[in-house]
């Protein structure tokens, strides 16, 4: 299970320790722990090809964000705009460690050279990958610090910047960088509906950067790989003006709670966050592995980071989940004081 994770966590747990699949509850998808309503989809949706120009989102996107239509693509996920942005870009890649892996891989998967750095100092790179806020050490960057960053970097390199999490920030308008695009023409910054939704098999994701940018993406994407439900719901999901706010209260009451039940646990070193998600390193002879096994059986999953550049053996994830999830957490590591 190295390499596992998001999803095919749920999977590798179900098989393996024959545990149902609506039992498990997994801290390792950081994604919100409810979702807003999911209204039946007209059968037109159903029975129609999909919109090759997606239209209609497009439009929705273009407004919530107040960017032009031709400064956006739309993707499947967050990862098929990592993928596109790797094979056209990242020759020569850039990336701080600890962050997320799959920008390595999909690097690797075009042949690209991937370097890994403690700082953002701009090196001799076609491709830098910043993800702000950052997985899995749940810490974000200031806009100001940002720009000063992008600033340092010449024209020539291409900056992914990944805002999958920006959703789960208090005051995110003042932190995401979407607007700065009209500024640097070697921006791309990555956004997804899947987080703040708690919905990631639909499988929605769209990236703002310049008309050049977006044209050499286009051309390289195949066509299609947005279906007509998906959609439907983004559309629906991202005109709601009372979902986000609901989400955001719970969030907030529920990190407070989790902070502080995780910190009373004297073998737990908890990072504090900006968003929805710890980082947590273990103090006793555990190691994440054995950690990930032990609650495994129980049917709860927790992100194993050991195989996160810039992390080891004792670092685990956690994200906040409802407060009954939470609470069973809490308790079943209360219970692994004893062994």
Not at 91 to 108: D, F, G, H, L, R
Not at 224 to 238: D, G, K, P, R, V
Request: with cysteine.
């Amino acid at each position: 299970m190295e390499n596992l994770h998001g999803g095919e966590l749920i999977w590798y747990v179900h098989k393996k320790y024959k545990i149902p699949i609506e039992n498990i509850v997994s801290f390792a998808n950081i994604v919100s722990p409810i979702h807003p309503e999911l209204p039946e989809p007209p059968e037109f949706i159903l029975k129609s090809y999909c919109d090759r120009e997606c239209t209609k989102i497009r439009e929705v996107i273009s407004q919530r964000y107040n960017v032009d239509e031709k400064n956006l693509i739309l993707t499947n996920g967050s990862t098929e705009l990592i993928y596109l942005v790797s094979k056209i870009f990242g020759k020569k890649t850039q990336i701080k460690i600890p962050t997320y892996s799959e920008y390595e891989c999909a690097v690797e998967n075009y042949g690209g050279e991937s370097s890994f750095y403690n700082d953002y100092s701009p090196k001799n790179a076609t491709l830098s990958f910043i993800c702000n806020p950052n997985n899995p050490t749940g810490k974000l960057i200031r806009k100001e610090e940002l720009i000063d960053i992008l600033r340092r970097y010449p024209s020539n390199t291409k900056i992914f910047l990944d805002e999958a999490y920006m959703d789960f920030v208090s005051q995110k308008k003042s932190y995401s960088m979407a607007q700065e695009i009209k500024n640097y023409k070697n921006l791309i910054v990555s956004q997804t509906l899947s987080k703040l939704y708690g919905l990631p098999s639909l499988r929605f994701s769209w990236g703002f950067a310049s008309k050049g940018i977006i044209n050499s993406l286009i051309k390289h994407k195949f066509p299609m790989t947005i279906c007509n439900i998906t959609m439907y719901y983004a559309e629906q999901f991202l005109q709601d003006k009372f979902y986000e706010k609901r989400v955001m209260h719970l969030i907030e009451k529920e990190k407070k709670h989790l902070f502080r039940e995780l910190n009373e646990i004297s073998w737990l070193e908890v990072e504090d966050t900006d968003v929805n998600y710890f980082l947590v390193k273990i103090l006793n002879e555990f190691t994440a592995s054995d950690l990930f096994k032990i609650l495994a059986k129980r049917g709860i999953i927790i992100r194993d980071c050991s195989n996160i550049k810039g992390l080891d053996k004792k670092h685990i994830r956690i994200a906040v989940k409802t407060k009954e999830e939470n609470d069973l957490l809490i308790e079943e590591l209360i219970k692994i004081r004893g062994l």
